[in-house]
């Protein structure tokens, strides 16, 4: 079966930092977006960076320059290094890997993280 695992997240001040990761199991290689949304409280989940099968990856406006998500192959594993947090930047971040199946791409359970001084 298909599946995601985060791990990471946590409480951290304004201006640290915080690495996410997620692994996947199946055909790596044939996943066509991999990457991470976020859910803050109260609003509606939204995509905040991803990987696409050849290698490009897409930031939210608000992550470029702070976030960056990469790739391990062999480890089949993304990272997502989030530097100069923000308060704005808290929420429960979500992985998620799409096979372009029917049933939809395979969700990770969810990490909170919190940017609070």
């Known amino acids: 079966q298909v599946e995601v695992v985060e791990s990471g997240g946590g409480l951290v001040q304004p201006g640290g930092s915080l690495r996410l990761s997620c692994a996947a199991s199946g055909r790596i290689s044939a996943i066509y977006f991999w990457g991470w949304y976020r859910q803050a409280p109260g609003k509606e989940r939204e995509l905040v960076a991803r990987i696409v099968g050849d290698g490009t990856t897409n930031y939210a406006d608000d992550v470029k320059g702070r976030f960056t998500i990469s790739r391990d192959n062999a480890e089949s594993t993304i990272y997502l290094q989030m530097d100069r947090l923000k308060p704005e930047d808290t929420g429960i971040y979500y992985c998620?890997?799409?096979?372009?199946?029917?049933?939809?791409?395979?969700w990770g359970q969810g990490t909170q993280v919190t940017v609070s001084s």
């Open positions: 998620y890997a799409d096979w372009g199946r029917r049933s939809g791409p395979s």
